[in-house]
């Protein structure tokens, strides 16, 4: 027999790249830690196509997953192929056979870039039941979900801007530093952050604008990660349920005088400072405030976000409002000492209910950037002498940002942020003039939520949370941050008024509102806004009612 009929025979090339194997499996590149065992490897694996995305807006790749799981719970069976430019033509349900990378790219384990998309027919893969609170969702990253429960929309905060809502499991989240009872690390588990599969910034259309509260069901869709979370890209329409509607109107608080504290979000008259950036933005947002101050129909109202113009922009909104509800029905006080910040607090009232008694009050103590404004009352027709009189000490106390980086004022990770301790001091400043003044009410915006230490401290030196007594748990809050709802925004009496407080609300018109709905001009769509109270701010109005001699209603 001749020597070349003796030797080996070369492999067959592959007749089709179909008949080109995988050299992995998809769990074996996303392996059982947080990042792929495989990272830097070109592997080339098989799956089904869960989730095309790969639209220019879009996130440049599509999902893939095992319809054959191994035994290993820890590791995934989902893959991100990211095309980049490269645009497969590839569609939900397509068996594929795909060459790439295996990366890890800021956390998201993927195929990166992608060299070979091959389809090879058709296959199926079942959404993978999932309930919440998550054990962890690394073992079901860029896998296709079902969340077979109901979700409550806990925020919605970036909905216009990037299409992001989180979701939560067993109701709404709250603030730790709030309320007794809440577990940070329970609030994590119990979140989901839903996406748009875009990477647009103030997309044209937009998801379902809902308000916090609201109920999701049918959740479905593949878990992707970026920007440090886990994000579901959904596959097909979320169903939402309006499971907090909007309040028409302020729940009652009976008695014969209703005061209020109201965060007015930078109410400026000059343009492109804070505030309104033009004309519209400020005609906007002035019959946004009016129609909240019509609303609250209250007989005092402390403000908070004004400028500090010394009467300009409190007289405009005063006038503003009287054009609406009647001449001559609210007057402002003027601040005798609003303080350098650039936004100070103020007080109007209703003559014609409430005759202020002597000139308004300040502190000079310099641990105040805002100094507080304080003033008594007595209900008109009340004798000079005699009879029950109140005083309401309007407040803004030191915000949250800016932390500085060291210093009691740091912040020391205990949930209450920066700057508490002046915030504690602060608050003690008040409590030295609570003493000096009949029927206090400390009330506004004082930046700590209910159980931290600026609030405790108030309470320790003798002053009452009428909310915490009138207004039931679920809806104590008047300011949404970080997915977390909280109360921010209180209403404070001393014991003269303790036997006097009929009542205490919670206006929600504001916290639970997505800022897409307010009077900026720039991003939000012409067709959502509406000259109405609604999202008229971000902190939501608080009314307390109260039985005084002479009060009259």
């Known amino acids: 027999m001749p020597a070349a009929l003796l030797t080996t025979p070369a492999l067959a090339e592959p007749a089709t790249p179909c008949e080109t194997p995988a050299t992995h499996r998809i769990s074996q590149v996303q392996g059982d830690g947080d990042a792929t065992p495989l990272a830097g490897r070109t592997v080339r694996v098989e799956g089904v196509v869960t989730g095309d995305f790969q639209r220019t807006d879009q996130l440049g790749g599509f999902f893939l997953q095992d319809p054959l799981p191994d035994a290993d719970p820890r590791t995934s069976e989902g893959l991100f192929a990211y095309a980049g430019e490269r645009v497969n033509d590839v569609k939900p349900g397509d068996r594929v056979l795909v060459t790439g990378r295996a990366t890890e790219f800021n956390g998201w384990t993927e195929l990166s870039p992608v060299t070979a998309v091959d389809v090879c027919g058709t296959g199926r893969v079942a959404a993978r039941p999932y309930l919440l609170p998550s054990g962890g969702l690394e073992p079901v990253e860029n896998m296709l979900l079902t969340f077979p429960q109901p979700l409550t929309v806990s925020e919605h905060y970036n909905l216009g801007r990037y299409g992001e809502v989180t979701l939560s ?4 989240l709250y603030q730790p530093t709030d309320r007794q009872g809440v577990d940070p690390a329970l609030n994590a588990r119990r979140s989901l952050l839903v996406d748009d599969g875009s990477t647009r910034e103030n997309p044209a259309t937009l998801p379902p604008v809902v308000r916090a509260g609201d109920v999701a069901s049918g959740v479905t869709g593949v878990l992707g990660y970026g920007f440090g979370a886990y994000r579901l890209q959904p596959t097909k ?8 509607p909007r309040p028409r109107r302020p729940s009652p608080v009976a008695g014969n005088v209703k005061v209020a504290s109201f965060n007015t979000l ?3 008259t000059t343009l492109g400072s804070r505030g309104a950036g033009d004309a519209e933005e400020q005609r906007r947002q002035l019959a946004k405030l009016v129609a909240a101050l019509k609303g609250l129909d209250a007989d005092a ?6 400028e500090n113009n010394g009467q300009t922009a409190l007289q405009a909104l005063v006038d503003a409002v009287n054009a609406k509800v009647g001449a001559g029905t609210y007057a402002a006080l003027a601040h005798p000492h609003p303080g350098t910040d650039a936004i100070q607090v103020g007080l109007i009232y209703k003559p014609a209910k409430l005759t202020p008694v002597g000139e308004p009050r300040t502190s000079q103590d310099a641990v105040f950037s805002r100094p507080p404004l304080i003033q008594t009352f007595r209900g008109k027709g009340e004798r ?6 109140f005083t309401m000490m309007v407040n803004h106390l030191k915000s949250k940002g800016s932390c500085p980086s060291s210093g009691p004022d740091a912040d020391q ?10 915030r504690v001091a602060q608050a003690q400043a008040l409590l030295g003039i609570v003493a000096d003044v009949p029927g206090p009410i400390v009330l506004g915006d004082l930046n700590a939520y209910g159980e931290e230490d600026p609030i405790k401290a108030l309470e320790k030196g003798g002053l009452t949370s009428a909310t915490k007594k009138f207004v039931p748990a679920r809806q104590r809050y008047s300011y949404v941050f970080d997915g977390l709802a909280g109360e921010l925004d209180h209403v404070l009496v001393g014991r003269e008024l303790r036997k006097r407080v009929t009542g205490a609300t919670i206006w929600h018109i504001n916290a639970d509102e997505p800022r897409v709905r307010d009077y900026n001009t720039e991003f939000n769509p012409p067709g959502l806004y509406r000259p109405d109270a609604y999202r008229s701010s971000d902190h939501d109005p608080l009314i307390v ?3 005084l001699p002479g009060g009259g209603r």
Do not use: K
């Open 169 to 172: 499991s067993q109701g709404r």
């Open 301 to 306: 109202v402390a403000l908070m976000e004004v």
């Open 545 to 547: 009612g109260l039985t």
């Open 413 to 422: 990770g205990d949930g209450q942020g920066c700057w508490n301790a002046t």
């Open 384 to 389: 000079l002498r005699g009879g029950q009189s």
């Open 237 to 244: 329409p979320i169903a939402y349920r309006p499971a907090n």
């Open 266 to 268: 930078n109410w400026f």
